[in-house]
């Protein structure tokens, strides 16, 4: 105690003490607090001068309390500290204790001091409520009290987000979660290939290999069921994921859709079994996007009829192929046709590389690329041809070939639409590779979530340490993902059916669609698992819990099946495309039906009342949503157009204008694809049909909407169409959004229903 035959005389000592030991529990008493001290003890009339010199002595900072005279302090405090209310000062606590120590009673010298010593405490700058708090154990708050609770059937949502291929994708999770199945450690490289490559054997054996290639070579022409197997195998080991997309998508698909009749008797069905093993050799190191100026050659042999493939120098290699390093027996080699000297463009041939028992064939050269950043269990690897000479029935000659006569044929005459419609029947690579990376995200995000809900850490004064979720920038920081996440997953299956069920009328729509949303659900897989990693700590960077490897794995994602940045400059050029065609075909009443529009659009959505509406139902409207999202669609769109047009007509080369645009192109994609993603989930929810499925995908809904909103807001603050007022009440409602989900956060990954062994995450698991 303070000094205990001091105490014992005068008990009404005991009313200083939870002011002495709120100022030293910092361990430090500051000049102007100790002064303050001073004043105060020297005020008291009541007080001796010993016990005024006792007091005056706990406060020098030559002779601070003992560690263990604090722990005693604090447990003298602590008898009355659980009585007292949440709005009680310090000096009432003091009250308390002198008054336990007087048989209950208090002075009357005592209560006439009260004023004085009330006055002390306001001086040292005590929140009182929030410094008796750390007296006072089980204390409980908001933040404390939030937990998961479940508002919808688990079960149900996961019905919905399987649709169609529910049975599909039952069936998958059956053979990834059976023992055969158990991850290897990646380091053993060879170990880790010839595994990866003999769990795609067993994926063959189960028919999923060859499941879309029709009945007659082995398969089922189920389409939409093999993209649905790509998105359940990506819960498991993203080498498995590719090995499988180069073997029987692209290695397969391009046999099938630039193949004839005659290619598909001769290879489907070993390709589907996995019997002929099979390489995609399009990219070049010279040339990685820009498939056009690819310089490997088929040169067209009359006396012989064959075609000699040819690497003409060392950086027209074919570089970072799948399956070429250690297995594929054959590829498929993109390279430019030359007849009679002339270039007739890129086509497509098969090429053998090695035989049954793998020794390499004549005239290739195969070396390996060797350990990479990620996905080490494919045996990526670099192909070189030096006069490989192949039949002339190995040219994939569905849109073009070389007749009997030696003549080069096509029913399309056009080389840049026949390159283009070529390459537009493989855009199932960039359906495939987004919804992989969505699944790696679910993962992430499972694992991120349980876990938040799991790990406490700090805490209320006086209470238990609380869920990591429970924080708002926690949640700040993953329910947007979260929300994203389900966006995307609507809108792959959108973009997915729009694919099979697909027009030449729709291709070039559909591709700058696929080319969009690969690169918005790859950047944002990406940032979903970094995020991720970093709300796990360091638990979220132990091999073990398994966010390394799918960021490693699915970094990639970004630039496989082209390049994320160039695919959206592809999308503003489809889009720019489309803008020109609608005013080029306008007569007079169009024109000014599309002027009335835009003069609509100001006096609607652009009034004073309407970019300052912060009201919740406002805001929360999905038709205020996607009029947003499509003003600005428009508006970047439209800007875009002007700038290029008054470059090019300022005399500036095409080329050159597009250059000084790109990164306002960039923009035009992203908004194009933000609109189409927010349009699909609006959808999602209006045919929902279970009420409480419908009712947190809403808030996903309006998360999603709100949360891009947010980040575009100095967008529409340029652009006036909202003012400060209204961008403020977006970001307010942002974070009650995700403190809303976070209640929802466990039961919504749970629908995701990613079996245990897959995961495999010690810190996700119950």
């Given at each position: 105690?303070i000094?205990?035959p001091?105490?014992l005389?005068?008990?009404?000592?005991?009313?200083?003490l939870?002011?002495?030991?709120?100022v030293?529990s910092d361990?430090?008493?500051?000049?102007?607090?100790?002064?303050?001290?001073?004043?105060?003890?020297?005020s008291?009339?009541?007080?001796t001068?010993?016990?005024?010199?006792?007091?005056?002595?706990?406060?020098?900072?030559?002779?601070?309390?003992?560690?263990?005279?604090?722990?005693?302090?604090?447990?003298?405090?602590?008898?009355?500290?659980?009585?007292?209310?949440?709005?009680?000062s310090?000096v009432?606590l003091g009250?308390?204790?002198?008054g336990?120590h007087?048989?209950?009673?208090?002075?009357?010298?005592?209560v006439?001091?009260?004023?004085s010593?009330?006055?002390?405490e306001?001086?040292?700058?005590?929140?009182?409520?929030?410094?008796?708090?750390n007296?006072?154990?089980?204390?409980?708050?908001?933040?404390s009290?939030?937990a998961?609770?479940?508002s919808?059937?688990?079960?149900?949502?996961?019905?919905?987000?399987?649709?169609?291929?529910a049975?599909?994708?039952?069936k998958v999770?059956?053979?990834?979660?059976?023992?055969?199945f158990?991850?290897?450690d990646?380091g053993?490289?060879?170990?880790?290939r010839?595994?990866?490559?003999?769990?795609c054997?067993f994926?063959a054996?189960q028919g999923?290999?060859g499941?879309?290639y029709?009945k007659?070579?082995?398969?089922?022409?189920?389409?939409?069921?093999?993209f649905a197997?790509?998105e359940?195998?990506?819960?498991?080991?993203?080498?498995?994921?590719?090995?499988?997309?180069?073997?029987?998508?692209?290695w397969?698909?391009?046999?099938y859709f630039?193949?004839?009749?005659k290619?598909?008797?001769?290879?489907?069905?070993?390709?589907?079994?996995?019997?002929?093993?099979?390489c995609f050799?399009?990219?070049e190191?010279n040339h990685?996007?820009?498939?056009k100026?690819?310089e490997?050659?088929?040169?067209?042999?009359?006396h012989?009829?064959?075609?000699i493939?040819?690497?003409?120098?060392?950086?027209?290699?074919?570089?970072?192929?799948?399956?070429?390093?250690c297995?594929?027996?054959?590829?498929?080699v993109?390279?430019?046709?030359?007849?009679?000297?002339q270039?007739?463009?890129?086509?497509?041939?098969?090429?053998?590389?090695?035989?049954?028992?793998?020794t390499?064939?004549?005239?290739?050269?195969i070396?390996?690329?060797?350990?990479?950043?990620?996905?080490?269990?494919?045996?990526?690897g670099?192909?070189y041809?030096?006069?490989?000479?192949?039949?002339?029935?190995?040219?994939?000659d569905?849109?073009a070939?070389?007749s009997e006569e030696?003549?080069?044929?096509?029913s399309?005459?056009?080389?840049?639409?026949?390159?283009f419609t070529?390459?537009?029947?493989l855009v199932?690579g960039?359906?495939?590779?987004?919804?992989?990376g969505?699944?790696?995200?679910?993962?992430?995000?499972t694992?991120?979530?349980?876990y938040?809900?799991?790990?406490?850490?700090?805490?209320?004064?006086?209470?238990?340490?609380?869920p990591?979720?429970?924080?708002r920038t926690h949640q700040?920081?993953?329910m947007?993902l979260l929300?994203?996440?389900?966006?995307?997953?609507f809108?792959?299956?959108?973009l997915?059916d729009?694919?099979?069920?697909?027009?030449?009328?729709?291709?070039?729509?559909?591709?700058?669609?696929?080319?969009?949303?690969?690169s918005?659900?790859?950047?944002?897989?990406?940032?979903?698992?970094?995020?991720?990693?970093e709300c796990c700590?360091?638990?979220?960077?132990?091999?073990?819990?398994?966010?390394?490897?799918?960021?490693?794995?699915?970094?990639?994602?970004?630039t496989?099946?082209?390049?994320?940045?160039?695919?959206?400059?592809?999308?503003?050029k489809?889009?720019?495309?489309?803008?020109?065609?609608?005013?080029?075909?306008?007569?007079?009443?169009?024109i000014?039906n599309?002027?009335?529009?835009?003069?609509?659009?100001?006096?609607?959505?652009m009034?004073?009342?309407?970019?300052r509406?912060t009201?919740?139902?406002h805001?929360?409207?999905p038709?205020?949503?996607?009029?947003?999202?499509?003003?600005?669609?428009?508006?970047?769109?439209?800007?875009?157009?002007k700038?290029?047009?008054?470059?090019?007509?300022?005399g500036m080369?095409?080329?050159?204008?597009?250059?000084?645009?790109?990164?306002?192109?960039?923009?035009?994609?992203?908004?194009y694809i933000?609109?189409?993603v927010l349009?699909?989930?609006?959808?999602?929810?209006?045919?929902?049909?279970?009420?409480?499925?419908?009712?947190?995908?809403?808030?996903?809904?309006?998360?999603?909407a709100?949360s891009?909103?947010d980040?575009?807001?100095?967008?529409?603050l340029?652009?006036?169409?909202?003012?400060?007022?209204?961008?403020?009440?977006?970001?307010?409602l942002?974070?009650?959004l995700?403190?809303?989900?976070?209640?929802?956060?466990?039961p919504?990954v749970n629908?995701?229903?990613?079996?245990?062994?897959?995961l495999?995450?010690?810190i996700?698991?119950a």
């Amino acid at each position: 105690m303070i000094n205990a035959p001091a105490v014992l005389q005068n008990p009404n000592l005991y009313v200083f003490l939870p002011l002495l030991y709120t100022v030293w529990s910092d361990a430090v008493l500051t000049p102007s607090e100790m002064t303050a001290l001073e004043g105060l003890i020297n005020s008291q009339a009541w007080l001796t001068s010993d016990e005024r010199a006792l007091l005056l002595n706990q406060i020098d900072p030559k002779n601070p309390p003992t560690v263990q005279e604090l722990i005693a302090w604090r447990e003298e405090i602590k008898k009355v500290a659980d009585t007292t209310t949440s709005n009680e000062s310090l000096v009432n606590l003091g009250f308390k204790l002198a008054g336990l120590h007087n048989d209950g009673t208090i002075s009357n010298t005592l209560v006439s001091a009260k004023e004085s010593l009330a006055n002390i405490e306001a001086t040292l700058g005590f929140i009182s409520h929030e410094a008796v708090f750390n007296f006072q154990s089980g204390r409980s708050t908001l933040t404390s009290q939030h937990a998961t609770h479940q508002s919808f059937d688990v079960a149900q949502l996961t019905k919905l987000l399987d649709g169609s291929q529910a049975d599909t994708i039952r069936k998958v999770k059956t053979v990834i979660s059976d023992p055969e199945f158990r991850y290897v450690d990646p380091g053993d490289l060879t170990r880790y290939r010839t595994q990866v490559l003999r769990w795609c054997h067993f994926l063959a054996e189960q028919g999923f290999g060859g499941i879309a290639y029709p009945k007659a070579y082995g398969g089922e022409g189920d389409m939409a069921a093999y993209f649905a197997i790509m998105e359940t195998l990506s819960y498991h080991d993203l080498s498995l994921v590719i090995k499988f997309g180069v073997q029987f998508g692209l290695w397969g698909m391009s046999v099938y859709f630039l193949g004839t009749e005659k290619h598909h008797q001769k290879y489907l069905r070993d390709i589907g079994a996995l019997e002929l093993p099979g390489c995609f050799a399009m990219t070049e190191t010279n040339h990685g996007s820009n498939v056009k100026g690819i310089e490997t050659t088929a040169t067209y042999d009359h006396h012989t009829k064959t075609f000699i493939i040819h690497t003409p120098h060392p950086h027209a290699r074919k570089e970072y192929i799948g399956n070429a390093a250690c297995h594929g027996q054959m590829a498929t080699v993109f390279a430019k046709l030359i007849l009679d000297g002339q270039d007739y463009g890129v086509s497509a041939f098969v090429v053998p590389l090695r035989d049954k028992q793998g020794t390499i064939q004549k005239g290739v050269t195969i070396e390996d690329c060797g350990r990479k950043m990620g996905l080490n269990g494919v045996d990526n690897g670099v192909i070189y041809f030096d006069h490989v000479v192949i039949p002339k029935d190995s040219m994939l000659d569905r849109f073009a070939c070389v007749s009997e006569e030696g003549e080069f044929e096509s029913s399309i005459a056009s080389d840049n639409r026949r390159f283009f419609t070529m390459l537009g029947t493989l855009v199932g690579g960039r359906i495939g590779i987004p919804r992989s990376g969505n699944s790696a995200s679910k993962s992430g995000l499972t694992i991120a979530i349980r876990y938040g809900d799991e790990r406490r850490q700090f805490g209320p004064e006086g209470g238990t340490e609380v869920p990591i979720l429970n924080y708002r920038t926690h949640q700040r920081r993953l329910m947007p993902l979260l929300a994203n996440t389900y966006a995307l997953h609507f809108a792959l299956q959108y973009l997915t059916d729009r694919f099979l069920k697909r027009t030449e009328e729709d291709m070039q729509e559909i591709e700058a669609l696929a080319a969009g949303m690969k690169s918005f659900a790859t950047w944002n897989t990406t940032a979903t698992l970094q995020e991720c990693r970093e709300c796990c700590g360091g638990k979220g960077y132990l091999s073990e819990n398994r966010i390394d490897a799918l960021k490693n794995d699915t970094d990639i994602y970004t630039t496989f099946e082209g390049d994320n940045t160039v695919l959206m400059q592809l999308v503003a050029k489809s889009r720019l495309t489309e803008f020109r065609q609608e005013f080029s075909n306008m007569n007079v009443f169009t024109i000014l039906n599309y002027v009335a529009d835009q003069a609509k659009t100001s006096i609607t959505e652009m009034n004073p009342i309407i970019i300052r509406n912060t009201d919740e139902a406002h805001l929360l409207d999905p038709e205020f949503q996607l009029q947003a999202f499509k003003y600005r669609e428009r508006d970047i769109l439209t800007s875009a157009a002007k700038r290029l047009k008054r470059h090019i007509e300022s005399g500036m080369d095409s080329f050159d204008a597009f250059n000084v645009c790109q990164h306002h192109l960039v923009q035009v994609g992203s908004a194009y694809i933000e609109r189409i993603v927010l349009e699909q989930f609006v959808l999602q929810v209006d045919r929902t049909e279970d009420a409480g499925c419908k009712a947190v995908l809403k808030k996903l809904c309006d998360l999603f909407a709100l949360s891009q909103m947010d980040k575009n807001k100095g967008w529409y603050l340029e652009q006036g169409y909202m003012e400060g007022v209204k961008t403020k009440a977006i970001r307010k409602l942002v974070n009650q959004l995700c403190w809303e989900i976070r209640q929802e956060a466990v039961p919504l990954v749970n629908a995701f229903n990613i079996p245990d062994s897959c995961l495999a995450a010690p810190i996700a698991l119950a």
